[in-house]
Antibody, heavy 122, light 106 residues
Framework: QLQVQESGPGLVKPSETLSLTCTVSGGSISTNNYYWGWIRQPPGKGLEWIGSVYYSGTTYYNPSLQSRVTISVDTSKNQFSLKVSSVTAADTAVYYC??????????????WGQGTLVTVSS | EIVMTQFPATLSVSPGDRATLSCRASQSVFSNLAWYQQKPGQAPRLLIYAASTRATGFPARFSGSGSGTEFTLTISSLQSEDFAVYYCQQYTKWPTFGQGTKVEIK
């Protein structure tokens, strides 16, 4: 059964770069037609897609975050990563990784990781 | 950006009753719509995709309908484990989510 799991620091200082990694287990990240995505959820709020990556390195980003976000993939480790630069308190959220799947590969998200809370604070 | 609007924000329902949740898109998303269930402290879980196809593990009391801009999630007879927040998500353009409907015990 495919699983994804987030890891990374839970506290980041303002203006610094947030870095998270998602490890895929129970399947290969290099499977055709699957993308791998990041979604975040500020405390008590709704969900926001950040971006998604294919095993080839092709990426798609939320236009509202594109200037600060980089998503990359490491097929040798079966992992993909997220970097968000110049963070502010508004970036405080639970960050989820998920398989981005469906007919086009960029449709719905399933499964999701358990999520990791990242707090931006000095 | 396609804006997704869910209503009501909160739905109070008695166990065994029917719950009807609505999701509206700011432009047509055809049938490119998913629903997720999120329980407190947990990640969202895919419930419905392609507007009406139930994901693995969810019982038949959950059903999705609609196309274009108007969608509905129906829970025919609410069980205790169904009280949660439900989100819709479109995937016609880059993915966007609704703000969620909380289904609470009446």
């Amino acid at each position: 059964q495919l699983q994804v799991q987030e890891s990374g620091p839970g506290l980041v200082k303002p203006s610094e770069t947030l870095s998270l990694t998602c490890t895929v287990s129970g399947g290969s990240i290099s499977t055709n037609n699957y993308y791998w995505g990041w979604i975040r959820q500020p405390p008590g709020k709704g969900l926001e897609w950040i971006g998604s990556v294919y095993y080839s390195g092709t990426t798609y980003y939320n236009p509202s975050l594109q200037s600060r976000v980089t998503i990359s993939v490491d097929t040798s480790k079966n992992q993909f990563s997220l970097k968000v630069s110049s963070v502010t308190a508004a970036d405080t959220a639970v960050y989820y990784c998920a398989r981005h799947t469906g007919t086009s590969g960029l449709d719905w998200f399933d499964p999701w990781g358990q999520g990791t809370l990242v707090t931006v604070s000095s | 950006e396609i804006v997704m609007t869910q209503f009501p924000a909160t739905l109070s329902v008695s166990p065994g009753d029917r719950a009807t949740l609505s999701c509206r898109a700011s432009q047509s998303v055809f049938s490119n719509l998913a629903w997720y269930q999120q329980k407190p402290g947990q990640a969202p879980r895919l419930l419905i995709y392609a507007a009406s196809t139930r994901a693995t593990g969810f019982p038949a009391r959950f059903s999705g309908s609609g196309s274009g801009t108007e969608f509905t999630l129906t829970i025919s007879s609410l069980q205790s484990e169904d009280f949660a927040v439900y989100y819709c998500q479109q995937y016609t353009k880059w993915p966007t989510f609704g703000q969620g409907t909380k289904v609470e015990i009446k």
